[in-house]
């Protein structure tokens, strides 16, 4: 029987409150203080998928500037595009779930 959300969980529900959009690794950086670990990200992304698979939240991959950071950038910023996993209640939010994985 479950006791409950988790850490990770309980953070990254904080962290929807207060923001639109969250990315989940500024979830550990702000948890933590420093880089979250490899270990730590693996728990991080985990909670995003429990909670995404249980309806609290919608998980999502955007593009993002590596340089400056721009969330959803389409065409190429100031740096190389990559992807970042982001966690929302936005339902209009426009991105993507490797297959597999819950899209929301």
Same mark, same amino acid.
């Given at each position: 029987?479950? #006791? &409950?959300?988790?850490r ?5 529900? %904080?962290? %929807?409150e ?12 702000d ?12 728990? $991080? ?7 995404a ?8 991959? $955007?593009?993002?500037?590596d340089?400056?950071g721009e ?5 190429r ?6 992807? %970042?996993?982001v ?7 426009? &991105?993507?779930?490797?297959?597999? #994985?819950?899209?929301?």
């Open positions: 029987m479950s #006791r &409950g959300f988790g990770w969980q309980r953070s990254l529900l %904080v962290a %929807v207060k923001y639109d959009v969250v990315p989940v690794a500024d979830v550990g950086w948890e933590l203080g420093r880089e979250p670990s490899r270990t730590e990200m693996v728990a $991080l992304r985990r909670a995003a998928r429990t909670l698979e249980g309806g609290q939240l919608l998980a999502r991959y $955007l593009i993002c500037c340089r400056c969330l959803g950038v389409l065409f910023c100031c740096g190389h595009r990559g992807y %970042v996993l966690v929302t209640r936005r339902a209009d939010l426009k &991105g993507f779930m490797p297959k597999g #994985r819950p899209a929301g």
